[in-house]
């Protein structure tokens, strides 16, 4: 399902490539329902969104390796 709306998002964007920036996008929109947190997660303060924030974040896009 990401991979799919991340090429609806280039294609969106008159692109024929699937971008990083694309990738990420997808992964946000799709993957939020995805992550189930812990109890003690829960209690430190942390969410869905501060996780896919995370995980973007420290992964490198190829290139930027």
Known sequence: ??????KALAFIDWRYFVGPKDVQEALYNTG?????LSSRANAEGLDCN?????IISITDA???V
Do not use: C, D, Q, Y
């Open 1 to 6: 399902l990401s991979k799919n709306f991340a």
């Open 32 to 36: 939020l329902h995805r992550i189930t």
């Open 50 to 54: 501060k996780v896919l924030e995370k």
């Open 62 to 64: 190829p290139g930027n």
